[in-house]
Structures are given as C-alpha cells and as structure tokens.
T-cell receptor
C-alpha cells in the first residue's frame, strides 16, 4: 500500500529554492519521514529525516506540518546536480522489524 | 570509509535459471536490506537481515530468498528466473534496525536482465 503521495515531476530554476511536497496523511505517532534521492542508475542517497520537528543539514531542510500529515523538503539553492528523483518515505514498524515504503517519487529537473 | 558494494554490477541470465547477488555493507553495519527497482513498480522492499536473521520480508514469491553471514555480508538468490525479474536490485546497509531513527546507505545496485 502506498504510504506517501508526491507530485510526479517538478521544475526549478538553478539557484532558486526547490520545495518538494509530500503527503503522508496516515502517518502514526512514532513513524519517521525520510527523504532520499536517486540520480539515474545510481543507488538512492540519504538526504534527511525527521519525526515532528523541522530539521536542517548541509543538504536540505525538512519542514513537517504540526499535524504531521505532510512535509516539504527544501533544497535552498538548487544546482544542476540536484536533478534527480526524490523519494519521501515513511518508516513503518512492522511486526518483525521495519520496512521502508518508497513513494512514487518526484522527478526534479533543475533548469539552467 | 568504503561504501556499500554489490557484485556483480551487471548480469544477464536466461529464463528458468537461478542467480545469486552479493552485497557487502559498510564496515560496522549489521543490517542489510534488499530492494527491487523496476520502471513499472518502482522501488519495492524485498527483505531485511540483521545478525544473520531475516527480520522482515516484503511481498515477493518464495523464489526470492536471502541470507546474511556472520561478517554481515549478504546474498540474495532468485530461482527459476522469469522475464519480470529483470530489474535493478539494490542493497542498503544501516547500523541497526531498531525502532528508532536510522539511515540506510545504498549500494550502486546489480542490473539483472532475464532473456
């Protein structure tokens, strides 16, 4: 079952902030939101994760709404190398461990 | 620190054959997960191993199996290959799979083509 919903594609001008939304309306209290990205034919790359507070690292910022039903990944100054598919993932704690459900992903194209 | 390595990187097999893929996690990581990626289905979770035990399994037929060794290296096996098994198989490692936040680090994948 799909656990997250993302727009299939987005464009962003180089140097501008890229704001990637994700809906996870069925998230439960102890589930984290993770963001990964995948550049063509490479393995996914971890970006950031959070539970309920906003998070920031050297790559991006993660804004989670107060009700935790949605979040936004912000790349503050997009470059051409940020062109990739971005996955919003909710980590589900299953009966025997943990699973990662990858959403459909958003294909971000950074335009020169 | 070396990243996750997967071998082989590319593989071509014939329908009906079986295949074994290998994954070496980052040093110190004890959890290994496997994913299948296809254009139609996207990234799908196969299974997760921790300390040589399968902790979780995705919704795949029994033809897909795996194991983990004492040094945390993992293998996955697909028997009786079907054309639909053609995919990029990704391995990811993490320090531990406990119910707290953790990151997975992915390898470059093995591209399997079944003809």
């Amino acid at each position: 079952d799909a656990k997250t919903t993302q727009p299939p594609s987005m464009d962003c001008a180089e140097g501008r902030a890229a704001n990637l939304p994700c809906n996870h309306s069925t998230i439960s209290g102890n589930e984290y939101v993770y963001w990964y990205r995948q550049i063509h034919s490479q393995g996914p790359q971890y970006i950031i994760h959070g539970l309920k507070n906003n998070e920031t690292n050297e790559m991006a910022s993660l804004i989670i709404t107060e009700d935790r039903k949605s979040s936004t990944l912000i790349l503050p100054h997009a470059t051409l190398r940020d062109t990739a598919v971005y996955y919003c993932i909710v980590r589900v704690e299953g009966w025997s461990g943990n699973q990662f459900y990858f959403g459909t992903g958003t294909s971000l194209t950074v335009i020169p | 620190k070396a990243g996750v390595t997967q071998t082989p990187r590319y593989l071509i097999k014939t329908r009906g054959q079986q295949v074994t893929l290998s994954c070496s996690p980052i040093s110190g990581h004890r959890s290994v997960s496997w994913y299948q990626q296809t254009p139609g289905q996207g990234l799908q979770f196969l299974f997760e191993y921790f300390s040589e035990t399968q902790r979780n399994k995705g919704n795949f037929p029994g033809r897909f199996s795996g194991r983990q060794f004492s040094n945390s290296r993992s293998e996955m096996n697909v028997s009786t290959l079907e054309l639909g098994d053609s995919a990029l198989y990704l391995c990811a490692s993490s320090f531990r799979p406990v119910p707290s936040s953790y990151e997975q680090y992915f390898g470059p994948g093995t591209r399997l083509t079944v003809t």
